[in-house]
């Protein structure tokens, strides 16, 4: 199974908005609505941001992270950025081989 | 408050089995997906493979010949067997709590993970 494709990097400057986009194909992304993205800083695992394309997890992120779907492609919104946002992000989504793949991983710089 | 917390030799020799436990604690196995995930140093996440409290499995295709993922839930552990390892899976590799969702009297995977352990690094070399 391939990669979902994510861009390398992205940067933003406080307060602005960015957008991380995760594109797969129709065994993935776009025929299930089963995609997650996580927040990794260096040196510690990964923390769950989204599941099931658009839900935050209760208690943990503050609705500055949003997330969407369009066709084989999903989208992780942040706004109004803050330094502790720099940081790796990955999406995951089920595949029709009923198993998971992850994206190659962004990562978000905030000049 | 539920942990997980991975074990096991941080050095493996060439065509070796690699060998990790995850023990979970504050809570229990069940309808659970417990799932390995790994990074190579510098690089993404790759899933590895699950285990359903069950004993039902699924694997990642580019490593199923290799990978066995079993369940001891009187010692709430589930450990990962990978058998004929090179310098390429050298990896930190992390146990991951798999949610579910409840329908139709059955336990589904909702393919995500909401509690991942603090990662062990496994080097592969002589």
């Known amino acids: 199974q391939s990669a979902l494709t994510q861009p390398a990097s992205v940067s933003g400057s406080p307060g602005q908005s960015i957008t991380i986009s995760c594109t797969g194909t129709?065994?993935?992304?776009?025929?299930?609505?089963?995609v997650s993205w996580y927040q990794q800083h260096p040196g510690k695992a990964p923390k769950l941001l989204i599941y099931?394309?658009?839900?935050r997890p209760s208690g943990f992120f503050s609705n500055r992270f949003s997330g969407s779907k369009s066709g084989n492609t999903a989208s992780l919104t942040i706004s109004g950025l803050q330094p502790d946002d720099e940081a790796d992000y990955y999406c995951g989504s089920y595949t029709s081989s009923t198993t998971l793949v992850f994206g190659g991983g962004t990562k978000l710089t905030v000049l | 408050q539920v942990q997980l917390q991975e074990s096991g030799p941080g050095l493996v020799k060439p065509s070796e089995t690699l060998s990790l436990t995850c023990t979970v604690s504050g809570d229990s196995i069940s309808n659970y997906y417990w799932s390995w995930i790994r990074q190579p140093p510098g690089k993404g996440l790759e899933w590895v493979g699950y285990?359903?409290?069950?004993?039902?499995?699924s694997y990642n295709p580019s490593l199923k010949s290799r990978v066995t993922i079993s369940l001891d839930t009187s010692k709430t552990q589930f450990s990962l067997k990978l058998s004929s390892v090179t310098a390429a899976d050298t990896a930190v590799y992390y146990c991951?709590?798999?949610?579910?969702?409840?329908?139709?009297?059955?336990?589904?995977?909702?393919?995500?993970?909401?509690?991942w352990g603090r990662g062990t690094l496994v080097t592969v070399s002589s």
């Open positions: 099931d394309v658009s839900n």
């Open positions: 129709s065994s993935d992304i776009g025929g299930y609505n089963y």
């Open positions: 991951a709590r798999g949610s579910y969702y409840y329908g139709s009297g059955t336990y589904y995977n909702n393919w995500y993970f909401d509690l």
């Open positions: 285990i359903y409290y069950s004993g039902s499995t």
